[in-house]
RNA sequence: GCCCCUGUAGCUCAGGGGAUAGAGCGCUACCCUCCGGAGGUAGAAGCGAAGGUUCGAAUCCUUCCAGGGGCACCA
């Protein structure tokens, strides 16, 4: 029996009250049925004759007694108690407990996978680095966060496109190419241009595509470093995003929304809107209508739209292209740019409410290593998984809240030692990787599921392992629904140690030339069960499950 | 000045209204005739402050304090 199974069986407990007079209001939300902290208040517990206390104005306890003589006769329920305020403290038969093994090895690599969010088109935008200069550690965690929020999205049933806005137009550009221009002709880079050794690279290898070059007018050299530099720098960001296991569905250019005219359309349909005014020679936009501080340019005095005006049509191609909800992760230092473009979303006559997400985490801090002290440049993405791995990496970058500012430690992410959260989650994976090859080699493959007793799986160890493996879909669900892939990190840690604890209670394989006990065929499918669950869960992260280390 | 994020154990962080607030590291004391000790057991130690909402608040609201980030006809 599931939580899921669970809930449903509490659900009709109190649809069956209903229908018997004993309740006349039912439950507005859906069943909360949580593992308690405590073993002693059992294997779930629900709050659920608390929640329906006041509007039925009956005493919670009261409603709880009701409901615990219905739930005492389901299959697979041992026993009900009624404790503190009115929880409902259930605890399940073994053989209920233990039929979730056989639930996770049938589902195999789909166990986790819910359709909690079925239906849904979900265009999932991150990174979109600018192709003026490498990944650096402040994408990277978009990379990481972005990659496993669309694994989750998916995993609850819903569609994604992974985007990649490719801001090949606008003011930064011609800054690049005049950057490299003056590299290349050894003249110092302007006040407000890009510095770093990568110009110097990517400078050097224009010219020995275009060895004339310097010899054209600056008018025709500028271009030739804008075009080709941009090629370059994005080649060289696919694939450090590629190495770091990470890849877009829809690589968009901005260049090309300007030219198929569609900016200028957006603008038209703002006027048409009614919410746009001239002044100063420019077109402005009255967000302030949407509750924005002050009213926004959308068309320079020199006839040049600006970024959000962009931003804007290329949130409605996204729309067209058939996105329920436009979901952009953003650094902390863009978070002036939500209040806007919702009011310009808004200007459209769309909800934001309903159709945009931008999603606002923290930046990194770099502690430890030898990066760390180095001034000026950033720490690119190819020298962080240089110095700890992509593993760990992802890991690092996945684990906190998006809420936090990471401070990344990388000589504790470096190391090989159980201080290092993601060894210690696929050590446990390796480990039950190992076992059940041992187990194969002295003649105790896994048995077929048809013949195994899983109700011997009834030691206190076993059912706390069952407990947490049961908890999986949710921790899945939640975190999609929340954006908040760290969940699954956090779970998966706890998951390794709950395992650890089974395994030393618990003998999986005979010693020596023993017989094997009746209980350790269900254990070895235990044991297959949870690996599946680390499997599961680190290919959400986009981090591997090893089978030795 | 205005806006956003954060403040939980010595350190790094979980905890999206429920019971006695958790984990890892560090510290103290233990467990190797035993399937991977990269493991496990036990212990000391904490919600920035003050109000409020609620049967119930680390969680929601208000104020204050502290740290970080942002407020362009740049992106």
Redesign the pocket.
């Known amino acids: 029996m599931t939580p899921e199974d669970l809930a449903a069986a509490i659900a009709q407990a109190v649809d069956q009250a209903l229908a018997a007079g004993q309740l006349s209001v039912g439950l507005d939300t859906e069943v909360v049925v949580e593992r308690?902290?405590?073993r002693?208040?059992?294997d779930y517990?629900t709050?659920t004759a608390?929640?329906l206390a006041?509007a039925n104005a009956r005493s919670p306890r009261d409603i709880a007694q009701q409901l615990a003589d219905r739930l005492r006769a389901v299959d697979g329920i041992e026993a009900v108690e009624i404790?503190?305020?009115g929880?409902l403290?259930i605890r399940l038969a073994a053989a209920a407990q233990g039929a979730l093994v056989r639930t996770i090895a049938e589902r195999g690599s789909d166990y986790g996978r819910t359709e909690t969010l079925a239906g849904q088109t979900i265009n999932l935008e991150y990174v979109s680095a600018?192709p003026v200069g490498p990944v650096h550690i402040g994408h990277a965690r978009w990379a990481a966060v972005g990659d496993s929020l669309a694994r989750l999205i998916v995993a609850t049933g819903a569609t994604v496109v992974r985007e990649y806005y490719f801001?090949d137009a606008?003011?930064?550009i011609d800054r690049f190419a005049a950057s490299l221009d003056a590299v290349a002709r050894g003249e110092p880079i302007p006040e407000d241009g890009y510095r770093g050794d990568y110009i110097v690279d990517v400078a050097a290898e224009v010219i020995k595509a275009n060895p004339e070059l310097l010899d054209e007018p600056r008018e025709k050299t500028l271009e030739v470093f804008a075009h080709d530099g941009i090629e370059l720098m994005f080649t060289a960001i696919r694939k450090s995003l590629s190495d770091f296991g990470v890849a877009f569905d829809v690589y968009f250019n901005?260049r090309e929304m300007h030219a198929s005219g569609a900016v200028e359309a957006t603008v038209q349909k703002l006027r048409e809107a009614g919410h746009v005014y001239e002044?100063?020679?420019?077109v402005w936009l009255r967000t302030t209508d949407f509750g924005d501080?002050k009213d926004r340019?959308i068309v320079?005095?020199?006839g040049?739209p600006?970024?959000?005006c962009a931003d804007l049509a290329y949130y409605v191609d996204k729309r067209e292209r058939g996105a329920d909800k436009v979901v952009i992760l953003l650094g902390?230092?863009?978070?002036?740019?939500v209040?806007r473009m919702r009011s310009l979303v808004s200007g459209l006559g769309e909800n934001p409410d309903e159709t945009l997400e931008i999603i606002?985490g923290?930046?990194v801090n770099i502690r430890g290593g030898k990066m760390s002290k180095r001034a000026g440049n950033l720490l690119t993405l190819e020298e962080l998984v240089e110095a700890i791995g992509v593993d760990a990496a992802r890991y690092a970058l996945v684990?906190?809240?998006m809420?936090?500012?990471?401070?990344l430690d990388l000589d504790l992410w470096a190391s090989?030692?159980?201080?290092n959260?993601v060894?210690?989650v696929q050590?446990a994976h390796?480990?039950i990787?190992?076992?059940l090859r041992?187990g194969a080699e002295l003649g105790f493959p896994l048995p077929d599921l048809a013949d195994i007793q899983l109700e011997l799986l009834n030691h206190e160890k076993e059912s706390e392992l069952l407990g947490a493996l049961g908890e999986f879909p949710r921790i899945v669900a939640a975190a999609a629904q929340?954006?908040?892939p760290?969940?699954v990190a956090?779970y998966l840690?706890?998951l390794a140690?709950t395992y650890?604890?089974f395994?030393?209670a618990?003998?999986?394989?005979p010693?020596g030339d023993a017989e094997p006990a009746p209980e350790m065929a269900p254990r070895l499918w235990l044991c297959e069960a949870t690996r599946l669950v680390l499997a599961n869960g680190l290919a959400l992260l986009g981090v591997r499950a090893p089978?030795?280390?």
Do not use: W
Not at 332 to 337: L, P, R, S, T, V
Not at 506 to 509: E, G, Q, S, V
């Open positions: 308690p902290k405590n002693e208040h059992g517990a709050n608390m929640r006041k404790a503190g305020p929880f403290n600018n801001n606008g003011a930064q901005e002044a100063d020679g420019a501080d340019v320079r005095s020199d040049r600006t970024y959000f902390a230092d863009h978070h002036g740019y209040g606002i923290q930046l684990r906190s809240s809420d936090t500012t990471i401070d090989q030692t159980s201080d959260p060894f210690y050590y390796a480990r990787a190992s076992l041992n929340f954006r908040a760290h969940r956090r840690e706890e140690g650890h604890r395994y030393d618990c003998r999986i394989l010693h089978e030795r280390m």
